[in-house]
């Protein structure tokens, strides 16, 4: 069976978590490909409402496998925070949940350097979520990670922790004048970890192929966005994972060819969280009113969402990056309240119309919206189920997005329950 990737297309907070849950229930396994616990997915399903960090959002389904995939940066207190919270739920993880031997450790270090950093940028802080989630990919790429893997045998594990400490308090004592970590501490700390971990470490690569040539059905589990990509968001205020759709095959150790479908889970209008550019960013009372509505704050940070008009021009771009075979619109609900909905078909910079989006940060902050208003519906469209039940005017407002993007919708969200959703065509 060929995989399916669910990406991010907008800025993070899309509704990946809910999208995934559901369709979940017909896979067999789930891998997350990237990020690490700044990632926060909510899942609101019959066995009740969770945050999700790190732990795949297939975890609910009991015959699904999830798999934490060698593209993913592990906080071992997270996911043992995380790993109680779904067993206390009643959900069963033994034999069904695996980390990659291949994933990186996010160390006290990387925390610490986080917020050093975002210090150290001063007005040019990216307002990352303050997990370390930078400085664990910068070490995966200089070559100075510890990873999952490592912690399998204990003797290797202190002597490379040793050598990368050595670096990293050379890094701490001497650029930023402060005490360097002590080693004996820093490497219990790890053992403690090792002992959470141990049990759930495997080829996680070798397992998702294999489920493949099995005939498997496999979904690749997408975190941030699109246009938080390292290479193709809106650099450098992104994430510093390739969270797009190319990165999936990397992030889960799988080949490329086996990805045949990719869903963009896009919102009905925009939000962002952190620093960077939004063209469509509203900072008037309908900006308030959607942050207040769709309850915009963030699911791992709490804090509020920058809110604005649906932009087709970056959504377009996700479109073309990922390849998206199909999208989910979802939080159509909130935008019941208004009177007029808009779109954003191109923007204006330096004058003229611009219908790509641009590269570069600068000109992205430059660029003025154009929109298309539509009549809103302000009325409930939270009890559809299917298409025909959305009042005319949001069913127009859907398929002129649909246009926009050049891409149809096979999933439209009313509400954040399971159930709450609209399925147009099949997905998988
Ligand atoms: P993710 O990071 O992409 O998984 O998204 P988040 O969980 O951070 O944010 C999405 C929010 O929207 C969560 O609070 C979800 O419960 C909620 N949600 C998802 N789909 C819908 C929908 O169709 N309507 C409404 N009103 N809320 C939704
Ligand atoms: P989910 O998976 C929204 C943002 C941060 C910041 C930037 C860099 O829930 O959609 P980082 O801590 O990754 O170095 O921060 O990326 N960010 C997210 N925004 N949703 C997320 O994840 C995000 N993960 C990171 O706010 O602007
Ligand atoms: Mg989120």
């Keep these: 069976m060929p995989a399916i990737v669910v990406v991010g297309a907008n800025w993070g907070d899309e509704g990946k978590g809910k999208v995934i849950d559901f369709l979940a229930e017909e896979v067999d396994v789930v891998v997350r490909y990237c990020g690490g616990h700044n990632a926060g997915h909510t899942v609101k399903n019959p066995l009740g409402t969770f945050a999700m960090h790190l732990i795949p959002c297939g975890i609910f389904n009991p015959n699904a496998l999830n798999i ?9 207190e997270a996911f ?39 210090k150290g940028f001063g007005d040019n802080a990216i307002g990352t979520t303050g997990q370390g989630i930078g400085p664990v990919y910068t070490d995966k790429a200089a070559r100075l990670g510890m990873r999952v893997g490592d912690l399998v045998d204990t003797a290797a594990f202190a002597e490379r922790l040793r050598f990368v400490l050595e670096q990293k308090n050379r890094l701490l004592t001497r650029v930023y004048d402060l005490e360097p970590i002590d ?94 550019p939004l063209p469509t960013e509203l900072l008037d009372a309908t ?45 159509l609900d909130v935008l019941d309240a208004f009177p007029v909905v808009k779109g954003c078909s191109g923007y204006r910079l330096n004058g003229k119309v611009v219908e790509d989006f641009p590269s570069h940060v600068g000109d992205l902050d430059r660029c003025e919206p154009i929109y298309e208003e539509m009549p809103g519906w302000q009325s409930s469209t939270e009890n559809a189920r299917h298409f025909d039940d959305l009042p005319p005017a949001a069913q127009a407002y859907v398929r002129r997005l649909e246009e926009l993007l050049g891409c149809p919708f096979d ?5 954040a329950t399971r159930e709450q959703t609209i399925h147009v065509r099949p997905v998988l």
Aim: proline share 4%.
């Design 80 to 118: 043992v925070k995380e790993l109680r919270m779904v067993q206390a739920a009643g959900i069963s993880t033994d034999g069904r949940l695996f980390i990659s031997d291949r994933a990186h450790l996010i160390m006290p270090y990387h925390k610490l350097l986080d917020g050093l950093n975002e």
């Design 287 to 331: 900006g308030e009113q959607m942050r207040d509505r769709g309850q915009e704050f963030g699911t791992t940070t709490g804090r509020p969402r920058r809110c604005g008009w649906f932009d087709a021009v970056a959504g377009r771009f996700s479109v073309e990056v990922n390849g998206f075979t199909g999208g989910a619109l979802v939080r």
């Design 183 to 276: 080693f004996a501490t820093l490497l219990a700390q790890c053992m403690e970890a090792r002992d959470h971990l141990l049990p759930f470490i495997a080829d996680t690569g070798a397992m998702v192929r294999q489920s493949l040539a099995q005939g498997k059905r496999v979904m690749l589990e997408g975190a941030q966005g699109t246009l938080l990509d390292i290479d193709e968001g809106t650099y450098p205020y992104v994430t510093s994972s390739s969270t797009s759709a190319g990165g999936a095959a990397i992030g889960a150790g799988i080949p490329p060819t086996h990805i045949t479908k990719a869903l963009g889970v896009f919102k009905a209008y925009t939000t962002r969280v952190g620093a960077g």
């Design 411 to 415: 999933v439209i969200g009313v509400g």
């Design 68 to 76: 934490i995939g060698n593209g993913v940066a592990v906080s071992p």
